[in-house]
């Protein structure tokens, strides 16, 4: 009885807020009314990020939705998306989505960095943090917005319109904050025990009303997520050291919120936070357009948990069908007119043990050798070159980055950076290395993504003091990362698994069409600006509009 409640409860949501909506709100036509053209500038955009949501999820799954995503199936569709740049993980990801730059603009290499010279014990940043605050820490940051160096389609809305509303929902800090920006109405995001924000600012009444029933979910606990018919191919298990993947249904304890907050259900809670957002701020109620980013991140967590070939995934698939289906369900019952976007910050890799078993000899964990430390202590060992304190470098492994420390000098980092490239380049699993120096000489990428070189993808995630000064590559198919329980699975590669996202464009009475070209989650940006209306100057962004009219008409042109 707990789990049919549990999975009802978006549903009852629905109905309970549509009651309380507008007559005129009640009457409006439904998504299966015959379509009109749409007239006008939307009332709202709705920007939805799936977090590691890959182009072969989408594909692989396009078929078994029935709840959110067959509507924006009916809408403008590319099946090939690129997330273009090499640094393939959240924050980064989620930085293009709506500024319509990447990363080498929006300051955003990665989802931290390290600053070997701060002066604090932690030379760790991470991308939302003000590290000027003495109470910050990569592990539990005060968060903001400053590190993000570029505008967001809501800071540009806002500007041209203070009356703009603009507002972000996500189970993870970064990805609220990246897609929603500096100039904000209502930001949440996860924290210790429910939906929180800024330091400076206190939750609403709305918050508050949806962490109880958060708390009120958790507090009694719930059986396993049911298993839909569909998932029967992928139920099966799949050995790893000493533990399995593939066949977990998500049971929920007692008083369990990390649980909770760290799977499936967490999308659940940010689909009915983001209804509650849009009537608490009265989004879509006026003339001036505003803008919802929402991001749902339970694949993200899923994946890295469990891979993304199990049922743990093909669960969670149902899961977020479901939330945005919640999402599009409560906007109805507002008759508000809005246009929806969606795409990811990212692909992802399944647990190379799987890999195996399913075609896939080349896949394999990061070789521990190119681990940081293991790494420092053999340049040091060949170079002779020791620091007092802390490491030699940060990094590595796993970021595919490198920092040197502060403490050496220009000769002595000279030294040990040329030791340690030579040493990378003779690692098989090192597809290639680059220096900041080389890099800083390519010029910014341009042309179709899917065809850009190595070279290409590393400039567009560059930043200069930021990135680090050494940048490593690995193979296709090498996993970073010792397999541990609820940590089987990455993405951060340069590869097309990585890189390679769905876009989706919806708007009541569109003329929906598929469109297999390959564009950028930069276009996204001047695609949305152009339907409210929002001019920019030239090189404002790196992506293009694109005409998601599938008559004569250009939607770019308006």
């Known amino acids: 009885m707990r789990l049919r409640s549990l999975s009802l409860a978006p549903l009852a949501l629905v109905a309970a807020l549509a009651a309380a909506a507008p007559a005129m709100a009640q009457e409006a036509p439904t998504a299966a009314a015959p379509a009109t053209a749409p007239q006008g500038e939307p009332k709202l955009i709705v920007a939805i990020s799936v977090d590691q949501f890959s182009a072969d999820l989408f594909a692989q799954y396009r078929q078994h939705f029935t709840k959110g995503f067959p509507r924006l199936l009916q809408g403008a569709v590319f099946a090939s998306g690129f997330q273009s740049h090499a640094a393939t993980e959240t924050c980064p990801g989620h930085s293009t989505l709506l500024t319509g730059v990447h990363p080498s603009?929006?300051?955003?290499?990665?989802?931290?960095?390290?600053?070997?010279?701060?002066?604090?014990?932690?030379?760790?940043?991470?991308?939302?943090?003000?590290?000027?605050?003495?109470?910050?820490?990569?592990?539990?940051?005060?968060?903001?917005?400053?590190?993000?160096?570029?505008?967001?389609?809501?800071?540009?809305?806002?500007?041209?319109?203070p009356k703009t509303i603009n507002a972000a929902v996500s189970a993870k800090d970064r990805a609220a904050v990246m897609m929603s920006g500096h100039d904000t109405d209502a930001v949440?995001?996860?924290?210790?025990?429910?939906?929180?924000?800024?330091?400076?600012?206190?939750?609403?009444?709305?918050?508050?009303?949806?962490?109880?029933?958060?708390?009120?979910?958790?507090?009694?606990?719930?059986?396993?997520?049911?298993v839909p018919g569909w998932c029967g191919n992928v139920d099966r298990a799949t050995p790893i050291k000493d533990f399995t993947i593939g066949t977990y249904r998500f049971p929920l304890a007692a008083g369990d919120f990390k649980s909770y907050s760290n799977g499936p259900r967490i999308d659940t809670a940010t689909a009915e936070m983001a209804v509650r957002m849009v009537d608490e701020l009265g989004m879509g109620k006026d003339a001036v357009p505003d803008i919802l980013s929402v991001s749902f991140s339970a694949t993200d967590k899923v994946g890295h948990a469990f891979g993304n070939e199990g049922v743990e995934m093909c669960i969670?698939?149902?899961?977020?069908?479901?939330?945005?289906?919640?999402?599009?369900?409560?906007?109805?019952?507002?008759?508000?007119?809005?246009?929806?976007?969606?795409?990811?910050?990212?692909?992802?890799?399944?647990?190379?043990?799987?890999?195996?078993?399913?075609?896939?000899?080349?896949?394999?964990?990061?070789?521990?050798?190119?681990?940081?430390?293991?790494?420092?202590?053999?340049?040091?060992?060949?170079?002779?070159?020791?620091?007092?304190?802390?490491p030699l470098f940060y990094g590595a492994g796993e970021s595919g980055s490198v920092w040197f420390s502060s403490e050496l000098t220009a000769e002595q980092k000279q030294k040990v950076m040329a030791a340690l490239v030579a040493r990378l380049k003779a690692n098989p699993q090192i597809a290639a290395v680059y220096t900041q120096d080389q890099i800083m000489q390519w010029p910014a990428p341009k042309g179709n993504p899917q065809d850009w070189?190595?070279?290409?993808?590393?400039?567009?995630?560059?930043?200069?003091?930021?990135?680090?000064?050494?940048?490593?590559?690995?193979?296709?198919?090498?996993?970073?990362?010792?397999?541990?329980?609820?940590?089987?699975?990455?993405?951060?590669?340069?590869w097309d698994y990585d890189r390679r996202v769905p876009m989706l464009f919806w708007r009541k009475g569109m003329v929906g069409?598929?469109?297999?070209?390959?564009?950028?989650?930069?276009?996204?940006?001047?695609?949305?600006?152009?339907?409210?209306?929002?001019?920019?100057?030239?090189?404002?962004?790196?992506?293009?509009?694109?005409?998601?009219?599938?008559?004569?008409?250009d939607s770019c042109g308006r």
């Open 105 to 161: 603009r929006t300051g955003i290499t990665a989802n931290s960095w390290y600053q070997p010279g701060i002066a604090r014990a932690e030379k760790e940043v991470y991308c939302v943090e003000d590290e000027t605050n003495p109470k910050s820490t990569p592990d539990n940051p005060v968060v903001s917005p400053a590190h993000l160096k570029a505008p967001t389609l809501g800071d540009l809305m806002k500007k041209k319109n």
């Open 188 to 226: 949440y995001w996860i924290g210790a025990k429910g939906f929180t924000t800024f330091e400076n600012r206190r939750i609403s009444k709305a918050v508050e009303a949806e962490n109880a029933v958060m708390a009120k979910r958790v507090a009694a606990g719930d059986g396993a997520l049911p």
């Open 316 to 390: 969670q698939m149902n899961v977020l069908d479901e939330a945005i289906g919640t999402l599009l369900d409560g906007f109805d019952a507002r008759g508000i007119d809005y246009e929806v976007v969606l795409s990811a910050d990212h692909g992802g890799f399944d647990a190379p043990e799987r890999q195996k078993l399913r075609g896939n000899p080349d896949a394999t964990r990061i070789d521990p050798v190119l681990e940081a430390k293991a790494l420092a202590a053999a340049v040091s060992q060949e170079t002779g070159v020791t620091v007092k304190d802390g």
């Open 453 to 494: 070189t190595m070279e290409q993808k590393v400039r567009a995630s560059f930043v200069p003091g930021r990135s680090g000064e050494v940048q490593m590559l690995t193979v296709r198919g090498v996993v970073p990362g010792e397999a541990k329980p609820f940590k089987v699975a990455s993405h951060g590669s340069p």
């Open 513 to 553: 069409f598929e469109q297999p070209t390959p564009v950028e989650t930069v276009d996204i940006a001047p695609t949305l600006a152009a339907t409210v209306g929002l001019t920019a100057p030239v090189g404002t962004w790196d992506g293009r509009c694109l005409d998601i009219d599938a008559g004569e008409a």
